[in-house]
């Protein structure tokens, strides 16, 4: 998967929970076994729709599911080239996490990342033993690309185990204060939200759901997976801004309705909320 969609898929983690401030910052997407307690009364499943555009162009559809429980998470997301571009380029990815909460922290089983890009079907399984993750599945391989030192993956997590990490500590502090090491099985990469604060959510691109909103703002650098004699390593290595605006919506909480994440080669990257999202029983 190419790093422009493995920001979009990071800001598609975003968009796939639901701040915690009003509600549990823990999933789990339909169709995966998250083993609820018994005791716990299935929670509804959440369906989330988004475009995504780079420099005024809409480049990607972005569908996020999950379900909130108040003990684990698991998220799912689909990302299909969108508008025009999709005449030019195929793209369709499904990338889904699943994990437990525990004592402020994330504990991740399973991250698969599976659909076709750059002209190639690609998949990446990621399973977790005593909080690191180990690549299952890497295909193609990228020979070209320098290897994540092993010592370096501890405690590192996926990009929408990072995003359930984050939300869990919004529902306990009310803050969007958090930090952790993002592994896709390619790449190893620093992120680090703060926040919230108030503000308006900007207009542009039809942007629907607009007023008042509470921003968090992050910061992405890549610190590792490199690819070798890359012409663009310095950009690649400097850090990358961006931040999610979140509105109370009836029957969902507190869900993003607009996320900016800057790309080191494409730019400034814009995902808007299309429609009220859809709740299944």
């Given at each position: 998967m190419s790093r422009a969609w493995s920001l979009a898929a990071l800001g598609a983690a975003l968009l796939a929970a639901p701040s915690g401030i009003a509600c549990a910052a823990s999933a789990s997407a339909e169709g995966i076994d998250s083993s609820t307690p018994p005791t716990e009364s299935a929670a509804p499943q959440i369906t989330a729709v988004y475009s995504v555009f780079n420099h005024g162009l809409h480049v990607v559809d972005a569908t996020a599911d999950y379900r909130l429980t108040d003990w684990g998470y698991g998220i799912r997301t689909t990302l299909h080239a969108g508008g025009l571009i999709s005449w030019l380029l195929r793209m369709d990815i499904t990338s889904t996490a699943e994990g437990r909460f525990a004592q402020g922290w994330v504990q991740p089983t399973e991250y698969e990342s599976d659909g076709f890009s750059r002209g190639k079907h690609r998949k990446v399984v990621l399973q977790y033993r005593e909080g690191t993750p180990h690549v299952v599945t890497l295909d193609p391989k990228e020979s070209d690309?320098?290897?994540?030192?092993?010592?370096?993956?501890?405690?590192?997590?996926?990009?929408?185990?990072?995003?359930?990490?984050?939300?869990?500590?919004?529902?306990?502090?009310?803050?969007?204060?958090?930090?952790?090491?993002?592994?896709?099985?390619?790449?190893?990469?620093?992120?680090?939200?703060?926040?919230?604060?108030?503000?308006?959510?900007?207009?542009?691109?039809?942007?629907?759901?607009?007023?008042?909103?509470?921003?968090?703002?992050?910061?992405?650098?890549?610190?590792?997976?490199?690819?070798?004699?890359?012409?663009?390593?310095?950009?690649?290595?400097?850090?990358?801004?961006?931040?999610?605006?979140?509105?109370?919506?009836?029957?969902?909480?507190?869900?993003a309705v607009r996320v900016e994440f800057e790309h080191p080669k494409l730019g400034r990257m814009i995902a808007v909320l299309e429609q009220p999202p859809r709740i299944t029983k």
């Open positions: 690309r320098e290897a994540v030192p092993s010592a370096d993956l501890a405690h590192a997590m996926d990009t929408l185990s990072a995003m359930a990490l984050l939300l869990e500590s919004v529902r306990k502090t009310g803050k969007c204060d958090g930090h952790a090491e993002v592994f896709d099985g390619l790449r190893l990469s620093s992120m680090t939200a703060h926040g919230p604060s108030k503000s308006e959510v900007p207009r542009s691109f039809g942007q629907k759901f607009d007023g008042p909103a509470l921003r968090c703002d992050f910061v992405g650098q890549q610190q590792a997976g490199f690819i070798e004699g890359s012409s663009h390593l310095a950009t690649m290595k400097a850090p990358h801004s961006g931040a999610a605006w979140f509105q109370d919506l009836p029957g969902a909480g507190l869900t």
